[in-house]
């Protein structure tokens, strides 16, 4: 049982780059959800998913797409990357409540 | 709108010493309560949650939290600290029923001083 997992660990764009990051989970959960962490700001939700086929905005969605395909799976891009979106960001699925992925480090030069 | 605040960024303690991080939250009813963990270059990790119930919360590592309706609160805490405890403490509220989804406080860094 892995949990929720992220690919990849870290990552570094130049400005303009495109990439996509991966969540996987093998709980069976209905419910995914990104985030990114920025120092003193917690974490903040950018997009979430209620099932299979299903995306939603959460608080900062801007700059970001995302897609689940498949229920383990929830993707998020980014199609042209900017410095402001250097961040580490998790992914986490939940029933009742929310697991954590261990997070990817991104940075944009 | 729910939103919670943590109004201690950094907190300094005593290996030893007891410990209480402040959380207060804005929900209009009985929200779902959360404390997760952050050690250094990690995932968050789920110390405790309150859904309903007994308002005294036990969670793992020793600590436990107080669900306070009248004060809006849901304060964390632990009698005495170990230095592996040094890591940042996240409050979050979520809404029953409502996707799931939780909004989290801004983080109190805990240090520990031998």
């Known amino acids: 049982n892995a949990g929720v997992t992220q690919t990849p660990k870290f990552r570094v764009l130049k400005t303009g780059q495109s990439m996509t990051l991966l969540c996987a989970q093998d709980m069976n959960h209905e419910y995914m959800y990104w985030y990114r962490q920025d120092p003193g700001m917690g974490l903040r939700l950018i997009h979430y998913?209620?099932?299979?086929?299903?995306?939603a905005k959460g608080e900062v969605p801007d700059g970001y797409n995302v897609s689940r395909l498949k229920k383990q799976n929830f993707l998020l891009g980014l199609e042209s990357a900017a410095p402001s979106q250097t961040s580490v960001y998790f992914c986490a699925s939940s029933q009742n409540e929310q697991f954590f992925g261990p997070g990817t480090r991104l940075t944009v030069l | 709108a729910q939103s919670v605040t943590q109004p201690d960024i950094h907190i300094t303690v005593s290996e030893g010493a007891s410990l209480e991080l402040r959380c207060n939250y804005s929900?209009?009813?009985?929200?779902?309560l959360f404390w997760y963990v952050q050690s250094p270059g990690q995932g968050l990790q789920l110390l405790l949650k309150y859904f309903s119930g007994d308002t005294l919360v036990q969670g793992i590592k020793g600590f436990e939290a107080e669900f306070k309706r009248s004060q809006s609160s849901f304060n964390l805490r632990k009698p005495s600290v170990h230095w592996s405890d040094a890591a940042e403490y996240f409050c979050a509220v979520g809404t029953p029923n409502r996707d799931d989804k939780i909004i989290f406080g801004k983080g109190t860094r805990l240090h520990i001083l031998p």
């Open positions: 929900y209009g009813a009985t929200p779902y």
């Open positions: 998913s209620v099932g299979e086929g299903t995306t």
